[in-house]
């Protein structure tokens, strides 16, 4: 598929959708025809009205398949041997302040249903997730910075 080509595996957005490319790169990623995906929006539209604001948030959360932003890291060896990347936010794959991102990278996981679960998490839980989330940024560490830092010249 040609969406491989670019998401590596991951959950995104297809370049030849109708409106934004969620359904079909939605389906593309189930297996699924995207007209049956975009059957269920129009039935979660008319009849729940929940439809359009999932579909938006699909839109912002799932990364357009030709821009799947990557972060190089550098992975340390854990307690086991075995290599793994630290837990620290991301400064590229990210919506808001790299937590998210940062979680799915360490944990193996696609960034999108990430973000997602915490999305419905903070929804159902009258915003106790969203205290977790800012609390998560503060005491996770920030990305590596890899910049050239010069000095000035003293003249």
Not at 47 to 70: D, K, M, N, S
Not at 93 to 104: F, S, T
Request: with cysteine; net charge positive.
């Amino acid at each position: 598929m040609a969406a491989d080509r670019y998401s590596g595996g991951r959950i995104t957005r297809a370049a030849d959708g109708l409106i934004g490319g969620v359904c079909a790169g939605l389906g593309r990623h189930l297996g699924v025809s995207p007209n049956l995906l975009r059957l269920a929006w129009l039935v979660a539209v008319l009849f729940f009205g929940t439809g359009l604001l999932v579909y938006l948030a699909l839109w912002w959360i799932i990364p357009h398949e030709q821009r799947v932003p990557i972060e190089p890291t550098v992975w340390r060896r854990n307690g086991k041997g075995s290599y793994t990347p630290p837990l620290r936010r991301t400064g590229t794959d990210r919506k808001v302040l790299g937590v998210c991102g940062g979680v799915a990278r360490r944990f193996g996981l696609d960034p999108s249903l990430v973000r997602l679960g915490t999305l419905a998490l903070a929804t159902l839980s009258l915003g106790l997730v969203v205290v977790a989330y800012l609390l998560a940024a503060i005491f996770i560490d920030g990305p590596e910075e890899r910049a050239v830092r010069v000095t000035p010249v003293e003249l």
